[in-house]
Protein backbone atom coordinates (compact mmCIF):
# COMPACT_ATOMS: atom_id res chain seq x y z
CA UNK A 1 0.00 0.00 0.00
CA UNK A 2 1.71 3.16 -1.13
CA UNK A 3 0.54 6.25 1.15
CA UNK A 4 1.63 9.35 0.29
CA UNK A 5 2.18 10.37 4.38
CA UNK A 6 3.68 13.41 4.90
CA UNK A 7 3.41 15.79 8.45
CA UNK A 8 0.67 17.94 6.94
CA UNK A 9 -1.68 14.62 5.95
CA UNK A 10 -0.97 14.08 9.49
CA UNK A 11 -2.17 16.35 11.10
CA UNK A 12 -5.74 17.36 11.03
CA UNK A 13 -5.90 20.77 9.66
CA UNK A 14 -8.53 22.04 12.11
CA UNK A 15 -6.41 20.90 15.22
CA UNK A 16 -2.95 22.25 14.02
CA UNK A 17 -2.12 25.51 16.89
CA UNK A 18 -1.53 27.88 13.78
CA UNK A 19 -5.48 26.95 12.92
CA UNK A 20 -6.42 27.42 16.16
CA UNK A 21 -4.87 30.78 16.24
CA UNK A 22 -6.40 31.72 12.96
CA UNK A 23 -9.82 30.19 14.01
CA UNK A 24 -9.90 32.07 17.64
CA UNK A 25 -8.08 34.98 16.48
CA UNK A 26 -5.40 35.23 19.31
CA UNK A 27 -1.87 35.78 18.53
CA UNK A 28 0.50 33.05 18.63
CA UNK A 29 3.32 33.54 21.53
CA UNK A 30 5.94 32.31 23.05
CA UNK A 31 4.98 30.16 25.90
CA UNK A 32 6.31 29.87 29.29
CA UNK A 33 5.13 27.49 32.07
CA UNK A 34 3.54 30.65 34.21
CA UNK A 35 1.67 31.86 30.78
CA UNK A 36 0.11 28.19 30.50
CA UNK A 37 -2.49 29.26 33.49
CA UNK A 38 -3.70 32.40 31.70
CA UNK A 39 -3.93 30.98 27.78
CA UNK A 40 -5.01 27.59 28.82
CA UNK A 41 -7.03 27.36 31.91
CA UNK A 42 -8.30 23.95 30.96
CA UNK A 43 -4.95 22.60 31.20
CA UNK A 44 -4.83 19.78 33.40
CA UNK A 45 -2.34 20.35 36.43
CA UNK A 46 -0.39 17.71 35.42
CA UNK A 47 1.24 19.17 32.34
CA UNK A 48 2.17 21.92 34.25
CA UNK A 49 4.27 19.33 36.49
CA UNK A 50 5.96 17.84 33.59
CA UNK A 51 6.90 21.53 32.61
CA UNK A 52 8.52 22.01 35.80
CA UNK A 53 10.25 18.71 36.09
CA UNK A 54 11.46 19.13 32.16
CA UNK A 55 15.16 20.10 33.22
CA UNK A 56 15.90 17.04 35.10
CA UNK A 57 13.79 14.19 33.63
CA UNK A 58 16.09 12.13 31.66
CA UNK A 59 18.84 12.48 34.82
CA UNK A 60 16.27 11.45 36.91
CA UNK A 61 14.77 8.90 34.60
CA UNK A 62 18.27 7.10 34.21
CA UNK A 63 19.43 7.38 38.22
CA UNK A 64 15.87 6.30 39.49
CA UNK A 65 15.40 3.41 37.36
CA UNK A 66 18.96 2.28 37.92
CA UNK A 67 19.32 2.52 33.68
CA UNK A 68 16.96 -0.15 32.60
CA UNK A 69 14.34 2.86 31.63
CA UNK A 70 16.31 2.87 27.94
CA UNK A 71 16.40 -1.14 27.82
CA UNK A 72 12.46 -0.98 28.50
CA UNK A 73 11.93 1.71 25.73
CA UNK A 74 14.02 -0.55 23.54
CA UNK A 75 11.50 -3.68 24.25
CA UNK A 76 8.63 -1.32 22.71
CA UNK A 77 10.51 -0.34 19.71
CA UNK A 78 11.53 -3.91 19.31
CA UNK A 79 7.88 -4.76 19.25
CA UNK A 80 7.47 -1.60 16.13
CA UNK A 81 6.03 -4.13 12.78
CA UNK A 82 8.80 -4.31 10.52
CA UNK A 83 8.18 -3.04 6.38
CA UNK A 84 9.47 -0.17 4.49
CA UNK A 85 8.48 3.24 4.80
CA UNK A 86 6.60 2.96 8.59
CA UNK A 87 5.12 6.15 10.09
CA UNK A 88 5.40 6.36 13.79
CA UNK A 89 3.45 7.95 16.22
CA UNK A 90 4.71 8.54 20.13
CA UNK A 91 2.05 9.83 22.41
CA UNK A 92 3.62 11.26 25.83
CA UNK A 93 6.40 11.73 23.87
CA UNK A 94 7.84 13.68 26.38
CA UNK A 95 11.64 14.40 25.43
CA UNK A 96 11.38 12.03 22.85
CA UNK A 97 13.88 8.94 23.63
CA UNK A 98 11.13 6.45 22.27
CA UNK A 99 11.43 8.07 18.96
CA UNK A 100 15.48 8.49 19.52
CA UNK A 101 15.65 4.81 20.50
CA UNK A 102 14.19 3.68 16.96
CA UNK A 103 16.03 6.00 15.22
CA UNK A 104 19.03 4.08 16.84
CA UNK A 105 17.45 0.76 15.69
CA UNK A 106 17.92 1.87 12.28
CA UNK A 107 14.16 1.28 11.43
CA UNK A 108 13.17 2.32 7.84
CA UNK A 109 11.15 5.13 9.29
CA UNK A 110 9.53 8.08 6.87
CA UNK A 111 8.31 9.87 9.48
CA UNK A 112 8.48 10.17 12.90
CA UNK A 113 5.58 11.85 14.96
CA UNK A 114 6.00 12.60 18.53
CA UNK A 115 2.59 14.32 20.43
CA UNK A 116 2.49 16.05 24.03
CA UNK A 117 1.28 18.52 25.82
CA UNK A 118 4.13 20.15 28.09
CA UNK A 119 6.02 22.72 26.06
CA UNK A 120 8.58 22.66 28.64
CA UNK A 121 9.26 18.74 27.69
CA UNK A 122 8.60 18.45 23.98
CA UNK A 123 11.30 21.81 24.22
CA UNK A 124 14.10 19.29 25.28
CA UNK A 125 12.73 16.37 23.09
CA UNK A 126 13.23 19.11 19.74
CA UNK A 127 16.67 20.24 21.16
CA UNK A 128 17.61 16.56 21.66
CA UNK A 129 16.15 15.59 18.01
CA UNK A 130 18.00 18.75 16.49
CA UNK A 131 21.41 17.55 18.21
CA UNK A 132 21.06 13.90 17.42
CA UNK A 133 18.56 12.71 14.33
CA UNK A 134 18.83 14.66 11.18
CA UNK A 135 16.95 11.75 8.81
CA UNK A 136 14.76 10.34 8.84
CA UNK A 137 11.80 13.26 10.02
CA UNK A 138 11.24 13.44 13.69
CA UNK A 139 8.62 16.10 14.44
CA UNK A 140 7.43 17.15 17.86
CA UNK A 141 3.91 18.71 18.30
CA UNK A 142 1.85 19.45 21.03
CA UNK A 143 -1.41 17.41 21.86
CA UNK A 144 -3.92 15.69 24.50
CA UNK A 145 -3.95 11.96 23.82
CA UNK A 146 -7.61 11.83 24.34
CA UNK A 147 -8.23 14.31 21.04
CA UNK A 148 -5.59 14.22 18.67
CA UNK A 149 -4.67 16.28 16.34
CA UNK A 150 -3.93 13.47 13.94
CA UNK A 151 -5.69 12.15 11.07
CA UNK A 152 -7.55 8.49 10.66
CA UNK A 153 -5.82 5.41 9.88
CA UNK A 154 -2.20 7.67 9.53
CA UNK A 155 0.16 5.14 11.54
CA UNK A 156 1.80 1.85 10.99
CA UNK A 157 2.30 1.80 15.04
CA UNK A 158 1.61 4.03 17.90
CA UNK A 159 3.85 4.28 20.67
CA UNK A 160 3.33 5.69 24.31
CA UNK A 161 5.81 5.08 27.14
CA UNK A 162 4.92 5.93 30.41
CA UNK A 163 2.12 8.42 29.57
CA UNK A 164 -1.21 5.67 29.79
CA UNK A 165 -1.32 6.54 32.89
CA UNK A 166 -1.30 10.33 33.18
CA UNK A 167 -4.00 11.16 30.73
CA UNK A 168 -7.28 11.90 31.67
CA UNK A 169 -9.82 9.76 29.68
CA UNK A 170 -7.58 6.08 29.69
CA UNK A 171 -10.49 4.48 27.22
CA UNK A 172 -10.78 7.61 24.98
CA UNK A 173 -6.72 7.50 24.51
CA UNK A 174 -7.05 4.09 23.58
CA UNK A 175 -9.92 4.74 21.23
CA UNK A 176 -7.92 7.50 19.77
CA UNK A 177 -4.97 4.56 19.00
CA UNK A 178 -7.30 2.29 17.15
CA UNK A 179 -8.77 5.09 15.01
CA UNK A 180 -5.21 6.67 14.27
CA UNK A 181 -3.88 2.91 12.96
CA UNK A 182 -4.26 1.24 9.94
CA UNK A 183 -5.98 -2.04 9.69
CA UNK A 184 -2.90 -4.46 11.32
CA UNK A 185 -1.00 -1.62 12.68
CA UNK A 186 0.03 -2.27 16.23
CA UNK A 187 0.01 -0.08 19.80
CA UNK A 188 2.79 -0.58 21.77
CA UNK A 189 2.06 0.72 25.18
CA UNK A 190 4.95 0.99 28.31
CA UNK A 191 3.79 1.44 31.73
CA UNK A 192 4.97 0.67 35.27
CA UNK A 193 3.42 -1.95 36.73
CA UNK A 194 3.89 -4.47 39.90
CA UNK A 195 6.06 -7.22 40.73
CA UNK A 196 3.95 -10.64 41.65
CA UNK A 197 6.31 -11.84 43.57
CA UNK A 198 5.63 -10.58 47.65
CA UNK A 199 9.19 -10.48 48.78
CA UNK A 200 10.18 -8.32 45.55
CA UNK A 201 6.97 -6.59 45.19
CA UNK A 202 7.60 -5.04 48.93
CA UNK A 203 10.98 -4.52 48.33
CA UNK A 204 10.08 -2.38 45.19
CA UNK A 205 7.33 -0.86 47.36
CA UNK A 206 9.67 0.39 50.09
CA UNK A 207 11.99 1.91 47.37
CA UNK A 208 9.35 3.55 45.01
CA UNK A 209 7.39 4.89 48.23
CA UNK A 210 9.98 6.31 50.13
CA UNK A 211 13.41 6.25 48.49
CA UNK A 212 12.27 7.48 45.03
CA UNK A 213 10.12 10.45 45.55
CA UNK A 214 12.60 12.02 48.26
CA UNK A 215 15.51 11.46 45.57
CA UNK A 216 13.08 12.78 42.77
CA UNK A 217 12.03 15.63 45.19
CA UNK A 218 15.58 16.87 46.16
CA UNK A 219 17.18 16.72 42.25
CA UNK A 220 14.34 18.20 40.40
CA UNK A 221 12.86 20.37 43.33
CA UNK A 222 9.42 18.95 43.21
CA UNK A 223 8.43 16.84 45.54
CA UNK A 224 4.92 16.83 44.90
CA UNK A 225 5.64 15.38 40.98
CA UNK A 226 7.54 12.64 42.61
CA UNK A 227 4.90 11.82 44.91
CA UNK A 228 2.83 11.76 41.91
CA UNK A 229 4.35 8.96 40.11
CA UNK A 230 4.48 6.21 43.00
CA UNK A 231 0.54 7.17 43.45
CA UNK A 232 -0.55 6.87 40.27
CA UNK A 233 1.68 3.63 39.66
CA UNK A 234 -0.05 2.05 42.30
CA UNK A 235 -3.73 2.70 41.67
CA UNK A 236 -3.16 2.09 37.66
CA UNK A 237 -4.45 -1.45 36.27
CA UNK A 238 -2.07 -2.98 35.04
CA UNK A 239 -1.21 -6.78 33.78
CA UNK A 240 -4.78 -8.54 32.37
CA UNK A 241 -7.13 -5.47 34.08
CA UNK A 242 -5.06 -3.18 31.40
CA UNK A 243 -5.59 -5.96 28.62
CA UNK A 244 -8.96 -6.07 29.19
CA UNK A 245 -9.25 -2.57 28.49
CA UNK A 246 -7.17 -2.48 25.31
CA UNK A 247 -9.43 -5.18 24.14
CA UNK A 248 -12.82 -3.65 24.98
CA UNK A 249 -11.24 -0.53 23.07
CA UNK A 250 -11.22 -2.83 20.04
CA UNK A 251 -7.52 -4.19 19.53
CA UNK A 252 -7.09 -7.86 18.87
CA UNK A 253 -4.26 -9.80 19.91
CA UNK A 254 -3.39 -8.12 23.06
CA UNK A 255 -0.12 -9.44 25.41
CA UNK A 256 1.42 -8.18 28.50
CA UNK A 257 5.34 -8.15 28.50
CA UNK A 258 6.24 -7.98 31.95
CA UNK A 259 9.94 -6.76 32.39
CA UNK A 260 12.45 -6.28 35.80
CA UNK A 261 10.77 -8.48 37.84
CA UNK A 262 7.18 -6.70 36.83
CA UNK A 263 8.42 -3.10 37.61
CA UNK A 264 7.66 -2.33 33.72
CA UNK A 265 5.41 -4.18 31.01
CA UNK A 266 4.53 -3.58 27.53
CA UNK A 267 1.31 -4.12 26.05
CA UNK A 268 0.86 -4.78 22.69
CA UNK A 269 -2.67 -4.63 20.75
CA UNK A 270 -3.51 -4.63 17.02
CA UNK A 271 -5.71 -2.67 15.04
CA UNK A 272 -8.00 -5.08 13.31
CA UNK A 273 -8.88 -5.26 9.77
CA UNK A 274 -12.58 -4.96 9.79
CA UNK A 275 -12.96 -5.37 5.86
CA UNK A 276 -11.38 -9.30 6.27
CA UNK A 277 -14.38 -9.97 8.50
CA UNK A 278 -17.37 -8.52 6.67
CA UNK A 279 -19.12 -11.17 5.06
CA UNK A 280 -19.02 -11.15 0.71
CA UNK A 281 -21.83 -8.97 -0.26
CA UNK A 282 -22.42 -7.73 2.88
CA UNK A 283 -22.53 -3.81 3.60
C1 LIG B 1 6.50 10.13 32.40
S1 LIG B 1 6.53 11.16 30.98
C2 LIG B 1 6.97 10.03 29.68
C3 LIG B 1 7.75 10.70 28.58
C4 LIG B 1 8.36 9.77 27.55
N1 LIG B 1 7.37 9.00 26.84
C5 LIG B 1 9.40 8.86 28.14
O1 LIG B 1 9.41 7.67 27.82
O2 LIG B 1 10.21 9.33 28.91
C6 LIG B 1 4.82 11.38 30.75
C7 LIG B 1 4.48 12.35 29.64
O3 LIG B 1 3.06 12.32 29.44
C8 LIG B 1 2.67 13.58 29.01
N2 LIG B 1 1.22 13.71 29.15
C9 LIG B 1 0.50 14.04 30.23
N3 LIG B 1 -0.80 14.08 29.93
C10 LIG B 1 -0.90 13.77 28.62
C11 LIG B 1 -1.98 13.66 27.71
N4 LIG B 1 -3.24 13.88 28.10
N5 LIG B 1 -1.71 13.32 26.43
C12 LIG B 1 -0.44 13.08 26.02
N6 LIG B 1 0.62 13.17 26.84
C13 LIG B 1 0.39 13.51 28.12
C14 LIG B 1 3.48 14.52 29.91
O4 LIG B 1 3.52 15.83 29.42
C15 LIG B 1 4.82 13.81 29.93
O5 LIG B 1 5.68 14.31 28.94
Redesign the pocket.
Known amino acids: MTRALTMNTMLSPVMTARNWARKTGRRFKKMTPASHNDDHPER?P??WM?DRIARRYDLL?RLLSFGRDQAW?REVVRGIPRGADLCIVD?????A??LLAAREAALPLRLGVG????EG?IALGREKVRRLAASPPLHLVRG???ALPLGDACADAITM???IR???DVDAALREMRRMLRPGGRALILEFSLPENRLIRWAYLLYFRHVLPRIGGLISGDFAAYRYLNQTVEQFPYGAAFCAKMRAAGFVAVSARSMTFGVATVYEGVSPDLTETRPAGGP
Open positions: HVWFNRLATGTDVVDPSMDACAFGNVA
